[in-house]
């Protein structure tokens, strides 16, 4: 099997469209979780984000959800084999019908962003990737009406696609991080923290992950990731 191990947890992958990437470790290692109870994971595809809340978040109970069948199963392998096995649980459903008992402390979503490119022959990566299945509007709708009311949602996207979110989103934005490649390169990825609540200011931050020369990791990169990555 083609598996992906962290230091405390191993990702099993090899029947899932989208594999453990950058984006989806580096937004599980900066959300803010601290204080968090309910946190849900959107998308889930391996688990590899609710994975990491698991571990940051002791006592939290962490939920996903997946609309592909494989991918879910897969995220629920995954968290079998996890030492928190006991506070994961994934949903085989579309978010937008997604109804659980309790609100969520934290929401966070590594959520698909391809709006007007050819859409790829793999069906799977598709859904995956593509927002026909998932547009940013019924990702905003469906995170208002699941996040508890001091609640925080936390996400990664391309620049471009972020600000579309941004400029469509009801909630207000409160933490963002921009993602350069490279050390005094440009951005290419935005982390985003949202609230229902309007901040009296916006915390802006930076962060690159390679100095130059690929592997030459910045020593933020590696403060940020080094709980999960088992090269740090």
């Not at 599980?28 to 601290?34: H, R, V």
């Amino acid at each position: 099997m083609s598996g992906f191990r962290f230091k405390q947890f191993s990702v099993e992958q090899d029947d899932v469209a989208m594999k453990v990437g950058t984006d989806g470790v580096l937004l599980g290692a900066w959300a803010e979780c601290e204080g968090a109870r309910r946190i849900l994971d959107i998308g889930t595809g391996t688990g590899v984000i609710a994975l990491q809340m698991a571990q940051r978040s002791p006592t939290a109970q962490v939920k996903a959800v997946e609309i592909d069948e494989t991918a879910a199963k897969r995220a629920r392998a995954n968290f079998d084999n996890s030492p928190w096995a006991e506070r994961l649980e994934v949903a085989q459903t579309a978010v937008q019908e997604f109804s659980p008992a309790e609100k969520f402390d934290l929401i966070i979503s590594n959520p698909p962003y391809f709006i007007d490119s050819l859409l790829p022959p793999d069906a799977k990566r598709s859904t995956a990737r593509h927002t026909h299945d998932l547009t940013f509007e019924e990702l905003d709708k469906a995170v208002c009406r699941l996040l508890a009311e001091n609640g925080k949602f936390a996400l990664i996207l391309p620049v471009t696609e972020f600000e579309k979110y941004l400029s469509l989103t009801q909630l207000h934005l409160v933490r963002r991080c921009d993602v350069c490649p490279i050390e005094g390169g440009a951005a290419k990825r935005v982390m985003g923290e949202f609230a229902k609540q309007k901040p009296t200011e916006i915390a802006h931050e930076n962060i690159a992950i390679e100095r130059g020369r690929r592997g030459d990791y910045t020593d933020e990169y590696r403060a940020l990731t080094k709980d999960f990555y088992l090269k740090f």
